[in-house]
């Protein structure tokens, strides 16, 4: 069976209400959490939602723009990624916490 039959055996609806939770559980994640490397992952499953619809209507419309598109945001969370390590691993240098609240002695 090929991918794209495959894929509109599942109805779109599902894709999206898949996407709509994990989004949902990011933006509650981010918003409930402290610490700084889950928040980071919550914002990570919130791409790889939009990831999924992309991918998901792309393989729909019997497209590649849309799974093209959904490897340019992944180099993009990749380098997102890096960089907020980088940024936490500092943090928790100075501090030895990765609590967010600490993020306020850093101003300056």
């Known amino acids: 069976m090929e991918v ?43 791409l790889n939602s939009v990831n999924l619809l992309l991918a998901a209507f792309s393989a729909y419309k019997g497209d590649a723009d849309g799974q093209i598109l959904v490897f340019f945001i992944m180099v993009v969370a990749a380098a997102e990624v890096a960089v907020g390590l980088a940024i936490i691993a500092l943090m928790y240098r100075n501090t030895r916490s990765v609590d967010i609240s600490l993020f306020n002695r850093l101003k300056g």
């Open 4 to 46: 794209n039959s495959l894929i509109k055996i599942v109805p779109i609806d599902y894709f999206i209400y898949l996407a709509t939770l994990l989004f949902c559980i990011g933006v509650t994640g981010v918003l409930v959490r402290r610490n700084a490397i889950i928040i980071l992952g919550c914002v990570e499953l919130m």
